[in-house]
């Protein structure tokens, strides 16, 4: 039974691990660190007073920052929607003078055109009235047999 005794061995008791002692009751360490570092504590305290205003402090800084920043982002932005508009303007009339400058040379080459068209219709019409009346004439003499 070699197993069986070796199984029993693992729930015999034993006594607590370490050396011998004075039987009494256990020594607190927590209530030995309180003592020790409560002192510490209480000097901190000033310490973590002051820092949790310095950090009130900068973010009320932060946000101050923030709200200028975006005053001067808003300001900016206006200013450059009024440049905008202001170029818009400019390149719209620079456009509109252009074409008026390509619409006022397209008038003149079309008056000087039709003044040509004119001066060689003027030229030519005694010669062409005199055209018309010759076969106006040779008509009507064939169809009067020459009687007119």
Known sequence: MPV???????FRPAGAPGAATVAGVPDDVGDRRAAELDPVFSALADVHAEAARAVANAEAEAARRVQEAAGRADSTRAGAARAADALHAALLARARARLAEEQ????EAASSRAGEVA????????????????RVRARLAALTDGAA
């Open 4 to 10: 069986a005794a070796r199984l029993l061995q693992r």
């Open 104 to 107: 006022r040379r397209g008038d």
């Open 119 to 134: 001066a060689r219709a003027e030229a030519t019409l005694d010669d062409d009235v005199a055209t018309v009346l010759q």
